[in-house]
């Protein structure tokens, strides 16, 4: 069975990533992209879908314990997991080298600290998500294993042998010994990949981590949190086109057990779009460059047809299917990849890329004129749109509706807009875009806002809420003064706190409503972003010794690495949902600068 979900590491070169457990196991990795088949899926199956477990060698031949210890190597993504047995210590160092003209590569160096420990590698490859066993054998001393398009090849100075169809090396380290494991992707067609050379490989990743970071303009009291999660982002985003993906893995359950499984290994533009602004203003302006060209490719000529998300090289055909070979993280299936919401229509989207493209503008990111096209040309789409119902923010799969928040983003989308043809940047049609913008700000006031309660609601007519209403003050659509933000506040926490003060997105049932909300079955946890979100806007109302307590407490929902799923489980105690999910690192980010420019915080 695989670990609980915050008991994974994240490693990766900005092309993939793979996900280690604590056991020293590799869960999780698709070769050689984000969006690729999985060569060891164990994460959603069983051991015979694939993992790669290296650790002290038990001595009745079980399985290595968890490690006793682990970090990641100073401001970087390279892993550290140390054991301490009863022959001594042992540190395995796992990373993957950002790539250039080399293939995908994922090293593990295992270095003895104390005593003598017998060390054991079982490495299991499955390819096509656990479905295909390869065709495993040496050539030239090198163990290569071959299925289709793909092969992967394992490098060491260490004896392998094959026995149940997994490949094994059993050796000893002794203090300062060094024995490296590592498995290269290449193409089956093609030849063989060079040779690797661990030690300068980790040399090379330890720079490009610690340059990087030097780039960050926070200094402020939440720093470790603040650089880990921008590592994440950038561990997220996919180098050779700027996409960034909303998390690496898929199907990992909002309810352990549940159906809401669904594939996040592409860019959804709000994600990436949010994702974008935090790094914008932390410093990271090569990013959002490279995110804004990989959205010019993306949208292209058409904005009209403007999808909710698209595969990381901009990619349109997302198809969904389900794999009913794999019985799903703690049997909650289906497991899906791809995903059937991108053809959704989503209407707040405009904003969030408006958005985006309008900080980029102010935070000094160099002119784009056909940047400032699209956006003119989204705008004339949303004219005739924006009036619309639709899915929403949470890509519900029942009816389409009147969201408000997707109304407020549509606000947004016309209202930077205006902003952008006011600076003279661009020509546009402005006193009737002026009008527009007035128009949708009426139109939600009077129908998505609920003058009994003092709140406004998840949609026009609805009596629910919705936790996205949470962002009407941070995106300007009205003051934090305003008595309709401030009720709007305090019934989330009434109506959408759980126990530990965390908020659920929407009630996903309602009394004397048979079906639910949302079109899916089941419940889901409190969802992360949308707890930052409270605490943003406790901060803005003037509550920000409420507003640090509770930013102080999600960041106690961490990992001991630093890292957050999209959800937190009140019940069960443990993060949920893909992992580690961008829409969970992004708000946490925007927390922490709110928090500190307003002085709020604790020694």
């Not at 994460?43 to 001595?59: C, D, I, Q, S, V």
């Amino acid at each position: 069975m695989a670990g609980r979900i915050e008991d994974y590491a994240l490693i990766g070169d900005m092309q993939t990533a793979a996900l280690v457990g604590r056991d020293g196991s590799v869960d999780w990795m698709c070769l050689p992209r984000f969006d690729s088949h999985a060569v060891f899926a164990g994460l959603l199956g069983t051991e015979e879908h694939g993992f790669w477990r290296l650790g002290p060698a038990h001595a009745t031949g079980g399985e290595p314990p968890p490690a006793d210890r682990r970090r990641y190597r100073g401001d970087s993504l390279v892993l550290e997991s140390e054991w301490d047995t009863p022959r001594g210590t042992v540190r395995v160092i796992d990373f993957m080298p950002p790539r250039e003209d080399h293939a995908p590569q994922l090293v593990r160096i295992v270095e003895g600290v104390s005593g003598r420990v017998p060390m054991r590698s079982a490495l299991r490859m499955r390819f096509s998500y656990g479905w295909v066993v390869p065709w495993v054998h040496k050539i030239d001393g090198r163990t290569v294993a071959v299925a289709g398009p793909d092969s992967v090849w394992v490098d060491t100075e260490a004896d392998t042998y094959g026995k149940d169809l997994t490949t094994y090396s059993d050796f000893t380290v002794g203090p300062g010994d060094r024995v490296a494991i590592t498995i290269s992707w290449q193409a089956s067609h093609k030849d063989p990949p060079p040779l690797p050379d661990p030690e300068v490989a980790l040399t090379a990743t330890e720079s490009f981590w610690s340059e990087w970071v030097e780039h960050c303009t926070y200094h402020g009291p939440y720093r470790e949190a603040v650089i880990r999660s921008l590592i994440t982002l950038k561990a997220l985003t996919y180098a050779p086109t700027g996409g960034i993906v909303a998390a690496p893995t898929t199907s990992l359950p909002e309810c352990v057990g549940g159906m809401r499984n669904w594939d996040y290994r592409f860019t959804w533009l709000r994600d990436a779009a949010i994702t974008l602004s935090s790094l914008l203003r932390t410093g990271y302006h090569e990013e959002a460059r490279a995110w804004r060209e990989w959205l010019l490719r993306a949208v292209a000529g058409d904005p009209e047809n403007l999808q909710i998300m698209y595969g990381i090289a901009g990619e349109r055909e997302l198809g969904e299917a389900e794999l009913d070979w794999l019985p799903g993280y703690e049997n909650s299936s289906p497991v899906r990849i791809g995903n059937g919401a991108a053809g959704q229509l989503q209407l707040d989207v405009y904003g969030e890329v408006t958005e985006a493209l309008h900080l980029a503008h102010m935070t000094g990111l160099a002119r784009n004129d056909y940047a400032s096209l699209l956006q003119i040309k989204l705008i004339g789409y949303l004219e005739d749109h924006w009036d619309e119902p639709d899915e929403g923010i949470w890509e519900v799969r029942g009816p389409r509706r009147h969201f408000v928040h997707s109304k407020v983003m549509a606000w947004v989308a016309v209202d930077r807009t205006v902003k952008l043809i006011e600076s003279g940047e661009v020509d546009g049609p402005l006193d009737r875009w002026r009008d527009l913008r007035d128009e949708i700000h009426r139109d939600v006031c009077e129908k998505g806002y609920d003058k009994e309660r003092n709140t406004f609601t998840q949609s026009y007519g609805s009596k629910e809420l919705d936790a996205s209403l949470l962002l009407i003050p941070q995106m300007g659509f009205l003051p934090p003064d305003d008595k309709r933000v401030i009720g709007t506040v305090e019934a989330i926490q009434r109506e959408l706190s759980t126990e530990d003060g965390f908020v659920l997105r929407y009630p996903t049932s309602s009394e004397g409503v048979d079906e639910s909300l949302d079109g899916l079955e089941g419940e889901e946890g409190a969802f992360l972003a949308c707890s930052f979100w409270l605490a943003d806007d406790l901060a803005m109302i003037g509550r920000v010794e409420e507003a640090r307590k509770l930013f102080e407490k999600l960041l106690a929902l961490r990992n001991d690495l630093g890292l957050l799923a999209e959800e937190w489980d009140p019940r069960l105690k443990r993060q949920v949902g893909n992992f580690p999910q961008a829409f969970s690192h992004v708000p946490l980010i925007d927390t922490a600068l709110r928090l500190t420019a307003s002085g709020a915080y604790g020694g």
